[in-house]
């Protein structure tokens, strides 16, 4: 059973707030939650270990969200696979 679309919605704003004010385990964990029924989470999450430093943790997520994604989302795909790239190069 997934959450609600709202709340589900409500959790990756707010994981989006904290994301760009530095709280990336506030925004991780956001983003945890909903993942659950928004896809684009878990390109965020990514995004929250990218910045974190937490360079494994940036490579799975970026990989889970490329695996999770529907064809709809095709720019955030490209960001995802050269972020990849670059974090695999380190």
Do not use: W
């Not at 760009?20 to 990514?46: L, W």
């Not at 994604?69 to 190069?89: C, D, F, H, M």
Request: net charge positive.
């Amino acid at each position: 059973m997934g959450m609600k679309a709202g709340l589900s919605e409500a959790f990756h704003h707010r994981g989006l707030a904290h994301l760009e004010a530095g709280a990336y385990d506030k925004a991780i964990s956001d983003f945890n939650t909903a993942s659950k029924s928004k896809v684009e989470a878990y390109f965020y999450k990514a995004e929250a270990y990218d910045r974190g430093r937490l360079i494994k943790e940036a490579i799975e997520a970026y990989k889970t969200f490329i695996q999770k994604v529907p064809s709809s989302l095709p720019p955030l795909v490209q960001r995802a696979t050269k972020r990849i790239a670059e974090l695999e190069k380190r």
